[in-house]
């Protein structure tokens, strides 16, 4: 089993759309939590960090349930500009130090 | 530009030969790490240091591959008898931990895209 699953898509959702994604992570140990996004051919950038209470940025609203070991993402009133891979990210503290662990990703195209 | 920066940005080379990749990471972080991403994947951790000290190995950095950061500050990548399996973009990333927070965030350079043929 992967550390880190994500549906990869991709989803296509018109403009204005409500998209969710979903992750489950396997190590319980899991210690921070965190969404970044990737466009085509260029680096990950931090998205948002998850928290146990949720937390929203904007149009993007990230939750964790701990019991379930599942993350998640809303994003709401979709725009063209969110087109890009979605990454959920764990780090766990043990043989691979405090690394990234990272998903496939999921990949949103938002078409007009 | 006050991110992480890499250098080279593309490089192509022919089995068989060594490359070496720079990373110079946002000022003041302490940690710097090594990733790779092949097409349709995340990226995969390969090393990280703390300062000049490598605290981590990944079971992927086979004995061709080695990195340093002697001073604490610039990392180098450098892979030995490329072979066309290590064609991948490979990413730096430098944090400040612990920070303001307790959470390593980490950012990304733009990554070196290494193509072996």
């Known amino acids: 089993r992967k550390e880190v699953e994500q549906d990869p898509g991709p989803f296509n959702v018109p403009e204005g759309a409500t998209v969710a994604f979903n992750c489950t992570y396997s190590n319980s140990a899991s210690q921070s939590f965190f969404w970044y996004r990737q466009d085509c051919r260029k680096e990950p950038k931090l998205l948002m960090s998850v928290y146990s209470s949720g937390n929203e940025d904007g149009r993007f609203t990230a939750q964790l349930n701990r019991a379930s070991q599942y993350i998640s993402l809303l994003i709401r009133d979709s725009k063209l500009s969110d087109s890009a891979t979605y990454l959920c990210v764990v780090t766990i503290v043990g043989e691979a130090g405090t690394a990234l662990i990272f998903g496939k990703g999921t990949t949103l195209s938002v078409s007009s | 530009d006050t991110g992480v920066s890499q250098n080279p940005r593309h490089k192509i080379t022919k089995r068989g030969q060594n490359v070496t990749f720079r990373c110079d990471p946002i000022s003041e972080h302490n940690r710097l790490y090594w990733y790779r991403q092949t097409l349709g994947q995340g990226p995969e951790f390969l090393t990280y240091?703390?300062?000049?000290?490598?605290?981590?190995k990944s079971r992927l950095l086979s004995d061709r591959f080695s990195a340093e950061r002697p001073k604490g500050s610039f990392s180098t990548l450098e892979i030995q008898r490329t072979e066309q399996g290590d064609s991948a973009m490979y990413l730096c990333?430098?944090?400040?931990?612990?920070?303001?927070?307790?959470?390593?965030?980490?950012?990304f350079g733009p990554g070196t895209r290494l193509t072996v043929l």
């Open positions: 990333a430098s944090s400040l931990f612990p920070g303001q927070s307790l959470v390593d965030t980490q950012y």
């Open positions: 240091f703390q300062n000049e000290a490598q605290l981590e």
